[in-house]
């Protein structure tokens, strides 16, 4: 379902406070000569209806296995498999749905929910994006893919990232959140 209570004002904000990250040097992802030419990242149109409040499918512990994600350093990385997000978009050719399997760190606390989808290349970074999940109690999250983000090495070659599983690789179009980067080099 979504979420019907939808505040673009949040989410507009969540914006401006992610431009001012990069524009910081302690905190930005960019080198000095790339903060310098920096105006804001670019962002699709804020659509409520890409905010979704799902009951996640909870994997029976036997499925709950350990996977192994390389990086973009040739370094890998273990999340274990959580549980299975579904959900259903409107597309141009009608309601399409789509499944991504969310991931715990290695300890076993924070999320981990890196995906693909068709807009990847030419719309949207190449290798994929990453979206936050927001604990709603009682097996409830909330993904708003419209706070859907590039990982840092899509701005700078000099970061780690995990790469996106074949799970998580949708076919169908995520029109929300961050946009390809612009030429940065």
Same mark, same amino acid.
């Given at each position: 379902?979504? &979420? *019907?209570?939808?505040?673009?004002?949040?989410?507009?904000?969540?914006?401006?406070?992610?431009?001012?990250? %990069?524009?910081?040097? #302690?905190?930005?992802?960019?080198?000095?000569?790339?903060?310098?030419?920096?105006?804001?990242?670019?962002?699709?149109?804020?659509?409520?209806?890409?905010?979704?409040?799902?009951?996640?499918?909870?994997?029976?512990?036997? !499925?709950?296995?350990?996977?192994?994600?390389?990086?973009?350093? &040739?370094?890998?990385?273990?999340?274990?498999?959580?549980?299975?997000? #579904?959900? #259903?978009?409107?597309?141009?050719?009608?309601?399409? #749905?789509?499944?991504?399997?969310?991931?715990?760190?290695?300890?076993?606390?924070? %999320?981990?929910?890196? %995906?693909?989808? *068709? *807009? &990847?290349?030419?719309?949207?970074?190449?290798?994929?994006?990453?979206?936050?999940? !927001?604990?709603? /109690?009682?097996?409830?999250?909330?993904?708003? %893919?419209?706070?859907?983000?590039?990982?840092?090495?899509?701005?700078?070659? /000099?970061?780690?990232?995990?790469?996106?599983?074949?799970? &998580?690789?949708?076919?169908?179009?995520?029109?929300?959140?961050?946009?390809?980067?612009?030429?940065?080099?």
């Amino acid at each position: 379902m979504t &979420n *019907t209570e939808y505040s673009l004002a949040e989410t507009e904000q969540w914006r401006q406070d992610k431009d001012a990250e %990069f524009r910081h040097p #302690s905190t930005s992802p960019l080198t000095a000569d790339q903060r310098d030419r920096f105006d804001g990242l670019r962002y699709f149109p804020i659509d409520p209806a890409l905010c979704f409040i799902i009951e996640a499918e909870v994997f029976p512990d036997d !499925e709950q296995t350990m996977q192994r994600i390389m990086t973009t350093a &040739n370094e890998i990385r273990h999340y274990v498999r959580y549980a299975r997000l #579904s959900f #259903s978009v409107a597309t141009a050719v009608g309601d399409q #749905s789509g499944s991504l399997v969310l991931y715990l760190d290695q300890d076993g606390e924070n %999320f981990f929910l890196p %995906f693909m989808d *068709t *807009t &990847n290349g030419a719309e949207t970074y190449a290798a994929g994006r990453y979206v936050e999940i !927001e604990r709603l /109690g009682g097996g409830v999250v909330r993904v708003d %893919f419209n706070r859907a983000y590039n990982p840092y090495c899509a701005y700078n070659a /000099g970061w780690n990232c995990p790469y996106v599983p074949t799970d &998580n690789r949708l076919d169908l179009p995520i029109r929300a959140g961050e946009m390809r980067p612009p030429d940065m080099a």
